[in-house]
């Protein structure tokens, strides 16, 4: 049983809102991944009193698990395209909810920050999966609506980790918010047994590039080292540049081993079809937007003597309109709008979102109003960038390019925080804030720039 995926029983198999089930489990994971994502911010502070270290420390805690997701999403995507996406999904519950237990135990910083990335382990395994999963369980014309689900279940998550993020760390202490995982993932692993539907399309020849994973390892780590040793770190200044040059040696020989490889950890032929690429540019920024504030609310709010659960409630705000747009956007929006449409007008409304975070105060009264309006817009961008980026992927290919969507949610995320920390320490104050600001605005623009340029083919998948 614990190389075989088990089928589902017959009476959940055959009713016609079994594709619902499965896409609901996956919510599971898309919960636990994004409420961790969203609540961790809120223990840099307790974490660099108990710990003695500073900002560009402590954001390793974040730093490190997204590194490792980043390096990990798409090999394990391509190893569960041909061993099982059930099988690989349900092991990540696994290893995830022990690390989460491990991180909650943890004695000292360079503990904790080497468990989350045994914890990055199995959120790769299920995030690699999720995408892939929700995508093959939806029946024709309904995957939209699928991605939809899964969306409100990182929204979901991601609107109540301010708020139980800023209550744990201000009543029980920085561990519980890592503890919190342990229950939501046991239930997940039992219910995935029974829900998830076993892979019906494998790939062939899933061999790994242990190569290539090294080499986009070391560039990313290196590129964000970089920024930390500019965030005050504490390594000599010149070490910045060696390290960026190091990113850039090692990206491009990352480009020009996937190019010459026959089993690329990224192929480039799907990145020059269907508008994959400047969709995954998009979800980069768009992910980049959605974090940074993470990091940027409670600093501002803490600089002005606001508690963390003070600041957490005022931040979910941001999550809570990603919520309301995942789950009630069909209803809200013209039917006649297309995905690509939805993608266009939730970019524009990120960028409206951020020249009102640019231009108005950064009070507590003032901004949940830019911020419900940024995740809203968000929300509204996000499941039809997706869908767009996964019509254009061959199915027997899913689990690889659910992959290299998330890896691109990875490296944005892993952008957001590294830069709002840079612009924070290069201009404390007001002004840091501001700057942080501009940077996510530019972004923003990014993000409209590629959706407005791109051409994108129309999804259509077959259900399994």
């Not at 924070?424 to 007001?430: D, K, Q, S, Y």
């Amino acid at each position: 049983m614990l190389t075989e995926e088990r089928a589902r029983p017959d009476r959940i198999r055959t009713r016609p809102w079994a594709w619902r089930l499965a896409v609901a489990t996956v919510c599971f994971g898309a919960f636990m991944g994004q409420l961790d994502a969203s609540i961790v911010t809120l223990t840099y502070q307790p974490l660099g009193t108990q710990f003695h270290a500073g900002p560009a420390a402590v954001e390793w805690v974040s730093l490190s698990y997204l590194l490792a997701l980043i390096a990990l999403l798409v090999p394990v995507g391509r190893f569960s395209d041909a061993h099982g996406r059930k099988l690989m999904y349900l092991y990540g519950f696994a290893v995830f909810t022990a690390a989460s237990a491990a991180c909650g135990l943890a004695p000292s910083l360079g503990v904790l920050v080497a468990f989350r990335v045994v914890q990055a382990l199995g959120a790769a395994l299920m995030q690699a999966n999720s995408v892939a999963l929700v995508t093959t369980s939806a029946p024709p014309g309904r995957m939209r609506t699928a991605l939809g689900m899964q969306a409100a279940g990182q929204a979901i998550g991601l609107a109540l980790g301010p708020t139980v993020g800023g209550a744990l760390v201000s009543t029980l202490g920085w561990r519980w918010v890592f503890l919190v995982n342990v229950p939501i993932g046991i239930f997940a692993l039992l219910a995935g047994q029974y829900l998830l539907p076993r892979t019906r399309q494998r790939a062939g020849g899933a061999r790994v590039d242990v190569v290539g994973v090294l080499l986009l390892a070391t560039a990313t780590t290196a590129a964000l080292l970089g920024l930390s040793v500019g965030s005050g770190l504490g390594l000599p200044v010149w070490t910045a540049a060696a390290l960026v040059a190091l990113a850039l040696g090692t990206g491009w020989a990352f480009v020009r081993r996937q190019s010459a490889s026959t089993h690329p950890l990224v192929d480039l032929r799907l990145l020059r079809s269907g508008g994959i690429a400047p969709g995954l540019v998009s979800g980069l920024c768009g992910y980049l937007v959605l974090f940074g504030p993470l990091v940027l609310v409670p600093v501002e709010l803490g600089r002005r003597g606001e508690s963390p659960l003070f600041a957490g409630l005022v931040l979910t705000a941001l999550p809570l309109g990603f919520a309301v747009a995942a789950t009630l956007a069909e209803r809200l929006l013209p039917t006649t709008w297309d995905d690509r449409t939805r993608a266009l007008s939730g970019s524009v409304g990120c960028v409206v979102a951020l020249v009102l975070m640019a231009v108005l105060p950064s009070t507590a009264a003032v901004l949940p109003l830019p911020l419900g309006l940024l995740g809203f817009a968000l929300g509204v961008f996000t499941p039809a960038n997706n869908t767009l980026v996964m019509g254009a992927i061959p199915q027997s290919s899913a689990g690889t390019g659910g992959g290299m969507v998330n890896m691109g949610r990875g490296m944005g995320t892993a952008l957001g925080v590294a830069a709002v920390t840079l612009a924070l320490h290069l201009a404390p104050g007001e002004a840091g804030s501001r700057a942080a600001v501009a940077v996510l605005l530019a972004f923003a623009l990014v993000a409209l720039a590629t959706t407005t340029d791109s051409k994108r083919t129309k999804a259509s998948h077959n259900g399994n």
